[in-house]
């Protein structure tokens, strides 16, 4: 008997027993109200008041504590129209919609409709969830969708930024924003610096803080500002990604390309295809194919499809392209700063009347002079010079002088194409009027000069050393040698002029390293006319065959034959030529 009253509490245990293992179900995600669902009047409202329209349109109004409920949505205000057919409800004064618990919005006045489940609130709107508030004029609000619409001014903010437009769309369920028409974001940085940006269209995601746009966009920082039509904004790291015709506008430099990644925390940025930064004080433009830049140094980096820089004065524009080109700008408060530029390696050089090539080049912008290093030669007119280094000094824009270190040399050819030569330890050219004037040897100076005759022959070759030597030009034509210290000269005859005695040591004509303009510029500068494409003659249109009906026949009239014309005379035959004589 224990046993079977054991088994029969066994039993009745067992459904408790599979209920308890069952694993416990939380409250899911609100289910969707169902379309027509009736708008429900909450307990608690002060006066209700039936009546009906002459139309017949049946309406409740409510006044005092009015709160309804549809779903999850709950909307307070403090009196209100509900009109049961319809199922909609217009609410006045302190009007509050809340859904889910999660958005909240205000107004002054209210519309809802229960069957299409929208919210329009007018007069001093504000909406509230947990990233943003929103206020603006007039908001309409989808409460399927959970997306709000307003068509006039907004304002918007969140922990660190504002927003202003006066168009604007936000979904609640992905938490981004599209504002148009006026668009203002200022963001605030970590050292409570305004960063502002303005455009047309905006995509604003509330959760990753990100500004989309595609248009022109305008950022203005503390520490310039930024230019772009397509790209988008971190306004919590501060990284703007431009992809389309982007620039950093500065008050030193203007630096763009099609895309530009710049990092306003680090001031570093990186910029590609049709790289171009721009000096603003000394008229100086660098373009390459890809661009770095440390803006806290000062620095700009350009590399790919050989950079070239352009520095134009009075007229004179001096081209120097390389694989790389450095700039150092000037920073204030950093005196041992200059401006500089350096370029390396493959340098080439072109100006109208000065071209030249080497391994590496360094420009002081300040004092406008170019330096020259590893094997640099220079080309002036007729005339070429190397050594180990060089330096080139300007002044207003133009070249005052040429100064050669280590192993110069300089080559002159005359109007016979033969070759003046001079060498030297050190040699200093000194220019006029954008040509050679003068040119001074200090240091084992070796010469060789031909004379000419009325620049139509030669009468012989001078051939001399001394410790120093000059010389001089006029209109780039050697005209007289001085030596000046311990001189050892002679002349050489015409006919007494052997090969060997015509070259000095360690001559090296190099007119095919020379660079052309084209060269120097490549496809940086490129500013060769376009050629135009002939248009594509059109097709001539076909006939098409007619209809295969029987035409009509018509009467053929015998017309008189058309009169031959008159054959034309034959031209004379050109007479035969005359046999050439052989004169003795």
Known sequence: MPRFRFFILLLLLLPALARAQRPAVGPGPPKPVAKGTPVELLKGAGTLVGMTTPEGVKIRKVLGNVGFKQGDTFLYCDSAYQYLDRNEIEAFSNVRVIQNDTVTINGDHGYYNGNLRTARMVGNVVMHDPRMTL????????????????????????????????????????????????????????????????????????????????????????????????????????????????????????????????????????????????????????????????????????????????????????????????????????????????????????????????????????????????????????????????????????????????????????TLLDFNQIKGRNILAYFRNGQIGRIDVLGNAESIAYALDGDTAVTGMNKGVSATMRMRFAENKLQKITMLVNPDANFIPLHEIKEPDTRLKGFNWRPTERPTRRQVLGKQFDDRPRRKTKAKAKAKPVRKKSSTRPRAKTKQVARPPAQAAPPKPAKPAPPAPKPVVARP
């Open 135 to 414: 206020t603006t004029p007039t908001l309409n609000y989808d409460l399927n969708r959970k997306t709000a619409t307003y068509l006039e001014t907004g304002h918007l903010t969140d922990p660190q930024n504002t927003l202003d437009s006066q168009q604007g769309f936000y979904d609640t369920n992905s938490k981004v924003f599209v504002f148009k028409r006026d668009v203002h974001l200022v963001s605030i940085d970590p050292k409570n610096g305004p960063t502002d940006l303005t455009n047309d269209t905006l995509t604003y995601n509330t959760i990753s803080k990100i500004a989309y746009f595609d248009g022109p966009t305008r950022i203005k920082g503390s520490q310039g500002n930024l230019y772009a039509e397509k790209g988008n904004y971190n306004t919590f790291t501060r990284v703007s990604n431009f992809e389309k015709n982007a620039k950093i506008d500065t008050p030193n430099y203007l630096l763009g390309g099609d895309k530009l990644v710049y990092d306003e925390a680090t001031l570093y940025g990186v910029a590609a295809g049709h790289v171009t930064l721009i000096s603003k004080k000394d008229n100086i433009a660098l373009r390459g194919d890809f661009g770095r830049l440390w803006r806290a140094l000062g620095r700009t980096k350009l590399y790919g499809g050989r950079p070239v820089v352009r520095s134009i004065s009075d007229k004179d524009t001096l081209y120097m392209a390389a694989d790389t080109l450095l700039s150092v700008e000037a920073r204030p408060g950093r005196a041992n700063v200059r401006p500089v530029l350096y370029a390396y390696p493959k340098v080439q050089i072109f100006k109208a009347n000065l071209q030249g090539r080497c391994d590496s080049l360094t420009y002081d912008r300040q004092d406008s002079i170019i330096y020259l290093n590893r094997d640099p030669v220079l080309w002036q007119a007729h005339t070429q010079m190397r050594a180990d280094s060089m330096e080139i000094i300007q002044k207003r824009g133009k070249i005052d002088q040429m100064r050669l270190y280590a192993n110069s040399f300089v080559i002159n050819q005359d």
